[in-house]
C-alpha cells in the first residue's frame, strides 16, 4: 500500500537578534536542525544571527517553536524576524563562516562566572583540564573585556594569538561538544600562561612548582598579591590578617573606604554575612558582582578590611584563577581593584608592573591580554532581589530596551563622578562599564577610547550628543568639542529621573523625587533634594529642600562638619545652642560661619546629601570624610531599624515651590541629642521624618496635578532604609513608585537618563 507523497519541503530565512553571539547559540541551532532532520546552515554577522532551515512543514514549525523555547542560558533574544524563501531541496545542515559588513545590531554578551561543568574539570585530577587557569565553554568565561571586533569569533578577541591544539580542535568543531564554537576554548598545551612574577621587572619569582600555590604562599606570610582578572588587576591580601591589610591600605592610599571580600562558596559566605536566598541567588548567579550584605557581628575578619561598617561587599570567585587560590589559600580574601586611590584599574600587563609595583609584592598573571577595562559590579541586597550601585563587569555592555525608538543615533556623556557613558540606537541604549570620576587624565582617556570602541562594536554613529549642564564637567567639554552633532543639555536631576523611568520602561509623567550629593541647576545653584514633576522631555521643579550655604564650597563635601554649621545656623537664625559638641570641636567655627553667611566661596544647594553629611557631624559620627557618601553611610548604618517613630518638618511654600523645612529636622536631632537620646535612635528618626515629610511633599503635588507614580532617583537612595521607609510611606498613601532595578540610582544612571531625554526631545 502506497504512504502517499512526500510532504513538499518548506525553506524560511530567520534573522535573530540579542545576545546570540558567543553564548553557545549556533551549536544550540545546528544541534536543534540536525533533530529535526533540517538542511540550511546557521551564522553570525554583523546584526546577530542568521538562519535558513528547509525540511517539513511540520518540522520547520516546530524549529521555530523551539528556537525560542529551549534557547542556551546565555542567550537573549529580542527579536525574531522570518522570511519564506524558495526550496532548494539541499541535503546537511552546517555552521557557515562569519559574514562581515552590513549593519552591526549584533549584542554582545558580559562576561560569564565559571559555570558548573568548567568548575568540576578544574578540580578533576583525571582530567586534562586539571587546574588549567583559563577553561572555559559556551556557557561561561570571557566575552565583552576580550572582543576587539563583531563578529564573535576568535579572530576578533585576544585569543587570536593562541592556536588551538588538535583535541581543542575537535572539541571546538564537535556539535555535541559543550565547547563547539565556543571562542575563547583552550587547554594548557595550547592557552594562556599563568605565571607569578616579582614586581618592577616582571621577571619570574624563581619558585618551583604551580603558580598559584606560590601565590597563596606569599599572602599567607602577608604579602600584597596583584591578581591579573578578568577586566583588570586586583590586589589581594589575607582577609583575616590584620597586619596585612593594613599595609594594603597604606601603600594603595586608601584609608577608610570598605574593602570587597571574595569567599569560596555560600558556606564560606554564611560565615561572614547574614544571606537570604536573593542574596544568594545575587551572589553564586553568573554576573557575580560584589553583593553588599549585613556583616555577622563575629564575622572572622579584619577589622581594617571594612571599619565600623556593619555592611560587608562579598563576592564569590567568577574566574578559575580566583577558585583556584580560594581553594588554596582556604579562607576568606580581600580582592579590590588593582590602583592607587582615584586611578582607574590597570589593565595593560606594563601598566600594572608599573603602576603596582609599590604596593604589590608578586604579580599572578598570564599571557592573554585584557581589551576592555572593566571593574567589577556593586549590587545593595535588598527584598526580592538588588539595587546596582556599579553597573560593569558580567552586566555591561547588555542593552536596555528604550520606551521609544529613537530617531537619530544619540550619545549620552554621563557625569563626572560614577561615570559612565551611552549609546543609543533604535530601541536599545547601551550603557557603558563603570569609568570612574572623571578628575583626571587617565579616566578620561579610559572615557573617550570606551567611547570609540562601543562606536566600533555597535556600529552606532551619534547625530544627537547629550550632556549635564554644568559647563565644567569632563564630560560636558568632551561633548562640547564634538564637531557635526547637535547638543542637548540635560539637566542632572532630570536625568536622575529619567533614568528611573527609562529603567522601567516607561515615558511619565511622575512626581520625580531625585536625592543626591549635587548638581548644577538651571537657576545656577546646586540643587540635590528635588520634587521634579517630569516625563522624558521635560520637567518643573515643583519642590526642594530648604537651600543653606555651602561653605568653602567642595570643602564642605570633603568636611560634613562645614554642612552642620550651615544646617545649624539656618535652623537656629544664628543662634544654635552653644553647648553642642560639633561647635566644641573645631576653632574655626566662626570664621567658616562668617564665610556661609557672606556668601563668598558659598553657594546655595538644596542638596539631601550635605543634610545627610550634617546629621552625621552634628551626632560625632563624622567630622571628616575621605570617599564620597562615607558620613551619610555611617549615619545610615548606625540607625536602630526597630525604632518607628520620627521627626515632623513642615512643608512651606515659596511661590509655585514647595520647600521641605529641613531645619525642622535638624532642630529635631539636636533637641534629642542635649535630652541624651542615642545617635542609633535619633538616627533612625531623622531618617523616618525625611521619609515621611518627602511622601507627604508628594502627595501635596499629587492633589496639584494629579498624577499618582512616583520616581526614586539619585545617589541618597542608595541608603536602603530611607529608601524602604520612603516606598512604605508612598505605597500606604497610594502611590505607584518607581526604583532602579538595572541601573544605579547614582550618578552611574545618568547618561542613561540623559540618552532617553536627548531621544524623546528628538521626537518633537
Known sequence: ??????????????????????????????????????????????????????????????????????????????????????????????????????????????DVATCADCLAELFDPAGRRYRHAFVNCTNCGPRFTILRDVPYDRPATTMAGFAMC????????????????????????????????????????????????????????GGVLAVKGLGGYHLAVDAGNEEAVRTLRSRKHREDRPFAVMVADLDAARTLCELDRDAELLLAGPRRPIVLLPRRPDAPLAEAAAPGERRLGIMLPYTPVHHLLARELARPYILTSGNLSDE????LDREALTRLAAIADGFLTHDRPIHVRTDDSVVLATRGGGVPLRRSRGYAPEPLWLPHPVRRAVLACGAELK??????????????????????????????????????????????????????????????????????????????????????GEAGPVIGVAFDGLGYGADGTFWGGELLVADLTGFTRAGCLAPVPLPGGTAAIR???????????????????????????????????????????????????????????????????????????ALEQR????????????????????????????????????????????SARFHNGLADTTAAGCARLRARTGIGTVALSGGVFQNRLLLDRLVRALRRDGFRVLTHRRVPPNDGGISLGQAAVAAARDLR
Open 1 to 110: 500500500m502506497s504512504s502517499g507523497p512526500a510532504e513538499p519541503s518548506t525553506r524560511i530565512e530567520i534573522r535573530v537578534e540579542g545576545i546570540v553571539q558567543g553564548v553557545g547559540f549556533r551549536p544550540y541551532i545546528h544541534s536543534l536542525a540536525r533533530r529535526l532532520a533540517l538542511s540550511g546552515r546557521v551564522g553570525n554577522d554583523g546584526a546577530g544571527v542568521f538562519i535558513e532551515a528547509e525540511g517539513p512543514g511540520e518540522n520547520i514549525a516546530r524549529f521555530q517553536e523551539e528556537l525560542r523555547g529551549q534557547a542556551p542560558p546565555l542567550a537573549v533574544i529580542h527579536r525574531v524576524t522570518v522570511t519564506a524563501l524558495p526550496a532548494r531541496g539541499d541535503r546537511g545542515f552546517h555552521i557557515a563562516g562569519s559574514e562581515e559588513g552590513g549593519e552591526r545590531a549584533a549584542l554582545v554578551s558580559p
Open 639 to 682: 540607625a536602630d531599624p526597630a525604632e518607628r517613630s520620627s521627626y515632623p518638618a513642615r512643608l512651606s511654600v515659596a511661590g509655585e515651590l514647595l520647600v521641605i523645612q529641613a531645619g525642622d529636622l535638624v532642630r529635631a536631632v539636636v533637641e534629642d541629642l542635649r535630652e541624651r537620646t542615642g545617635p542609633e535612635t535619633v
Open 559 to 633: 568636611q560634613p562638619w562645614r554642612m552642620a554649621v550651615a544646617h545649624l545656623d539656618a535652623a537656629y537664625d544664628g543662634a544654635p545652642p552653644g553647648d553642642l559638641a560639633v561647635i566644641s570641636r573645631h576653632r574655626s567655627w566662626e570664621e567658616v560661619l562668617a564665610v556661609a553667611r557672606s556668601g563668598i566661596s558659598s553657594p546655595l544647594t538644596s542638596s539631601a546629601g550635605r543634610l545627610f553629611d550634617a546629621v552625621a557631624a552634628i551626632l560625632g559620627l563624622r567630622d571628616t570624610v575621605t570617599y564620597e557618601g562615607q558620613a551619610a553611610s
Open 166 to 221: 588538535e583535541e581543542c580542535t575537535r572539541e571546538y568543531l564537535d556539535p555535541r561538544d559543550r565547547r563547539f564554537h565556543a571562542q575563547p576554548t583552550c587547554c594548557p598545551a595550547c592557552g594562556p600562561t599563568l605565571r607569578l612574577v616579582r614586581p618592577g621587572d616582571g621577571g619570574d619569582d624563581g619558585g618551583d612548582g604551580d603558580p598559584i600555590g606560590r601565590a597563596a604562599t606569599l599572602m599567607r606570610a
Open 344 to 347: 582607574p584599574i590597570a589593565y
Open 419 to 504: 561615570n559612565t557613558f551611552c549609546l543609543a540606537e533604535g530601541e536599545r541604549a547601551f550603557v557603558s562599564q563603570h569609568i570612574g570620576d572623571l578628575e583626571n587624565y587617565e579616566t578620561l582617556r579610559s572615557f573617550s577610547e570606551g567611547i570609540d570602541h562601543f562606536r566600533r562594536l555597535f556600529g552606532i554613529t551619534p547625530r544627537v550628543v547629550a550632556h549635564d549642564l554644568h559647563p565644567e564637567y569632563l564630560s560636558t567639554k568632551y561633548a562640547r568639542d564634538l564637531d557635526g552633532v547637535d547638543l542637548v543639555g540635560v539637566q542632572h536631576h532630570h536625568a536622575h529621573i529619567a533614568s528611573c523611568l527609562a529603567d522601567n
